[in-house]
């Protein structure tokens, strides 16, 4: 299958800069511009009644200096969508839709402020392929013990992965994965185009382990070979155990490494609620610890927003390499 070749953005923006700023949560966003995300299909319901709001939550994190707008398109599948009755054809739509949302507000924004900030690459689009645990919407992305075969989860992912990059990515982000086997399934799909970067986040059962229990270490000896994976790293994960794992990661990888935790607080998957506080402070302090432990990629995932962002962004922006 041929496959455009693409350049790999993150390596683009490290020869010149010490790190890569993702951005933030895009549901807490969500819900802040008045959204209603109780629903199996999470932020991918937005897609379907208020795709504007997105749009501006991508605006607003390019605003705070984010070189990167992870689409929404976690929780968007063929599947998800057909349990709502959307046929096969309109989903593909929906799903390749989250890159063009992120794609008009990268450009607009850029065409309007970009050249203002000198030094500053435009940024990229990276988008977002969920654990099939996301789909199942019963916390299984935080354990990983899906029971089904290879086989299965190769089919539940090629399509979206598919419409992703017809749709234009700049890179994939299989981001969360709770399971070895489901990482080794999605390198072996990413395989089937050549050219094109993903970057690959595990969600962690403990600062050593990924969810499944899989050593951290033995997933960053697995995959260090393959160029295709722009960077490894954690994410939705507390900010201590995000720390050791960079730490494990950096020991035994050359690639770069991400790292994009929660804001401190902690989710319960069985009641899908957040506990404790949020703490921005703890959260930019921590980030000096995530650098000298080897990340190069950092950013906010739940429970974060645009001024985590900013704050990353005024503390790392005036660092080049």
């Known amino acids: 299958m041929s496959t455009q070749v693409k350049h790999n953005p993150i390596e683009a923006i490290l020869r010149s800069h010490a790190t890569v700023i993702l951005d933030g949560a895009l549901a807490t966003e969500l819900e802040s511009h008045g ?6 299909l999470w932020s991918a319901r937005t897609l379907i009644e208020n795709p504007g709001a997105i749009s501006a939550v991508h605006t607003d994190y390019f605003r705070a200096g984010a070189d990167c707008a992870i689409t929404a398109s976690y929780q968007a599948t063929v599947e998800g969508f057909g349990k709502r009755g959307i046929g096969e054809e ?50 299984s992305e935080y354990r990983g013990n899906y029971g089904i075969p290879k086989e299965e989860l190769a089919a539940f992912h090629r399509p979206r992965i598919k419409a992703l990059i017809e749709a234009g990515a700049d890179v994939l982000a299989f981001e969360t994965i709770p399971s070895f086997e489901e990482a080794e399934v ?27 229990g899989t050593r951290v270490a033995d997933c960053a000896l697995a995959f260090k070979d393959e160029e295709q994976i722009a960077a490894i790293g954690v994410n939705c994960a507390p900010i201590p155990e995000a720390t050791d794992a960079v730490k494990i990661l950096h020991q035994h990888t050359d690639q770069p490494i991400i790292v994009y935790p929660n804001s401190g ?55 080049v390499k």
């Not at 607009?108 to 990276?126: I, L, Q, T, Y």
């Not at 395989?191 to 499944?212: C, M």
């Not at 319960?268 to 921005?280: I, N």
Request: net charge negative; charged share 30%; proline share 4%.
């Open 186 to 212: 999605l390198v072996s799909l990413l395989h089937e185009y050549p050219g094109v970067y993903a970057w690959l986040s595990f969600s962690l059962r403990d600062g050593s382990r990924i969810s499944d």
């Open 35 to 40: 959204c209603d995300l109780d629903d199996p």
């Open 90 to 139: 309109e989903a593909i739509a929906l799903i390749k839709q989250t890159v063009f949302l992120a794609k008009e507000a990268r450009d607009s924004f850029w065409d309007e402020e970009g050249s203002r900030d000198n030094g500053r690459h435009k940024p990229f689009v990276a988008a977002s392929v969920g654990p099939y645990g996301a789909y199942l919407a019963d916390g």
């Open 265 to 319: 607080e902690t989710y319960d998957a069985e009641t899908k609620t957040w506990h404790g506080e949020e703490a921005c402070g703890s959260f930019i302090d921590q980030s000096d610890a995530w650098f000298e432990a080897g990340a190069k990629i950092i950013g906010g995932c739940c429970r974060t927003g645009p001024s985590h962002i900013q704050d990353l962004s005024d503390k790392w922006r005036k660092r």
